[in-house]
């Protein structure tokens, strides 16, 4: 989509007893939280999950699916990731320097933030990203960009879609005939997406639905979302999969049934997260 701006209101996961060690930290302008295995046990494997809008980086330390992610590594006889989270505020995109004058956290992120929280964790030998909503968006825009730096990446209800910010009445009319979105969600979602991306050219380099269709080599990733998604985002999770196969990219494409924005499938996602883990 249009940006990625959307509230991660996600499904509760499988409860467990507190299984985190976390600790968190701050530099002039950015937040993180770092949630390691509170049994001690090391890991060479590191997940960033990336928040939706509204939230920040202490989402992850209050979502029950945080422990369950701990509990399957430990029933495989396996160190958990340590799962870092980052945040620039309540509604930030990872846009490069050239979008736009305020622009360039994509550049900070890969060559400041990374190295900034890695020199806290050890240097990593797997990462993973897991991005939901607004965070879903940013997910994508490191996968597709920087594919070299994951072994695989899971985007939830990604801020995907086919219309651009700067969609004619019609197209727009369109989308929420096809979507069943909510219009007045769709016309904030735009309007953000304007600011973020002032010119179509800015916004076609950021564009997950262009950037899939690159060639580069990418790492797994796993697209899920609900399908009735009040945003309007699931089209988009539905066509950049299609367009990562297209492109002989390994994706797998998952809907939640009956399912609004950000309910997730605990099971799949954690499963799928295990075996990039653990390979």
């Given at each position: 989509?249009?940006?990625?701006?959307?509230?991660?209101?996600?499904?509760?996961?499988?409860?467990?007893?507190?299984?985190?060690?976390?600790?968190?930290?701050?530099?002039?302008?950015?937040?993180?939280?770092?949630?390691?295995?509170?049994?001690?046990?090391?890991?060479?494997?590191?997940?960033?999950?990336?928040?939706?809008?509204?939230?920040?980086?202490?989402?992850?330390?209050?979502?029950?699916?945080?422990?369950?992610?701990?509990?399957?590594?430990?029933?495989?006889?396996?160190?958990?990731?340590?799962?870092?989270?980052?945040?620039f505020g309540?509604?930030?995109?990872?846009?490069?320097?050239?979008?736009?004058?305020?622009?360039?956290?994509?550049?900070?992120?890969?060559?400041?933030?990374?190295?900034?929280?890695?020199?806290?964790?050890?240097?990593?030998?797997?990462?993973?990203?897991?991005?939901?909503?607004?965070?879903?968006?940013?997910?994508?825009?490191?996968?597709?960009?920087?594919?070299?730096?994951?072994?695989?990446?899971?985007?939830?209800?990604?801020?995907?879609?086919?219309?651009?910010?700067?969609?004619?009445?019609?197209?727009?009319?369109?989308?929420?005939?096809?979507?069943?979105?909510?219009?007045?969600?769709?016309?904030?979602?735009?309007?953000?997406?304007?600011?973020?991306?002032?010119?179509?050219?800015?916004?076609?380099?950021h564009d997950?639905?262009?950037?899939?269709?690159?060639?580069?080599?990418?790492?797994p990733m796993?697209?899920?979302?609900?399908?009735?998604?009040?945003?309007?985002?699931?089209?988009?999770?539905?066509?950049?999969?299609?367009?990562?196969?297209?492109?002989?990219?390994?994706?797998?494409?998952?809907?939640?049934?009956?399912?609004?924005?950000?309910?997730?499938?605990?099971?799949?996602?954690?499963?799928?997260?295990?075996?990039?883990?653990?390979?």
């Amino acid at each position: 989509l249009a940006a990625a701006l959307l509230a991660a209101a996600c499904a509760p996961g499988l409860r467990s007893p507190r299984a985190l060690k976390t600790e968190c930290g701050a530099t002039s302008d950015f937040r993180y939280c770092l949630h390691a295995d509170a049994s001690g046990k090391a890991s060479d494997t590191v997940l960033y999950y990336l928040h939706g809008s509204g939230q920040s980086e202490k989402a992850w330390g209050k979502w029950p699916l945080a422990d369950d992610l701990v509990s399957r590594f430990r029933e495989k006889g396996l160190a958990a990731p340590t799962v870092i989270t980052v945040s620039f505020g309540k509604l930030w995109l990872l846009r490069e320097r050239r979008a736009a004058p305020d622009a360039g956290l994509f550049e900070r992120f890969v060559d400041e933030v990374m190295p900034h929280v890695e020199a806290r964790t050890g240097q990593p030998r797997r990462r993973l990203v897991w991005g939901m909503s607004m965070g879903g968006f940013n997910a994508a825009q490191l996968l597709l960009k920087r594919p070299e730096l994951w072994v695989a990446g899971v985007l939830s209800c990604p801020a995907v879609t086919v219309l651009s910010p700067f969609a004619s009445p019609e197209e727009l009319r369109a989308y929420i005939g096809r979507t069943h979105a909510e219009p007045s969600k769709v016309n904030w979602m735009l309007a953000q997406s304007r600011k973020a991306f002032p010119t179509q050219q800015a916004w076609e380099r950021h564009d997950p639905l262009r950037l899939a269709q690159s060639g580069a080599s990418l790492p797994p990733m796993l697209i899920e979302g609900g399908d009735e998604d009040e945003w309007g985002v699931h089209e988009g999770s539905r066509r950049l999969s299609e367009a990562l196969a297209e492109h002989g990219q390994k994706v797998r494409f998952e809907t939640v049934p009956r399912g609004r924005h950000c309910v997730v499938d605990a099971d799949r996602v954690l499963g799928f997260l295990l075996k990039a883990g653990s390979s």
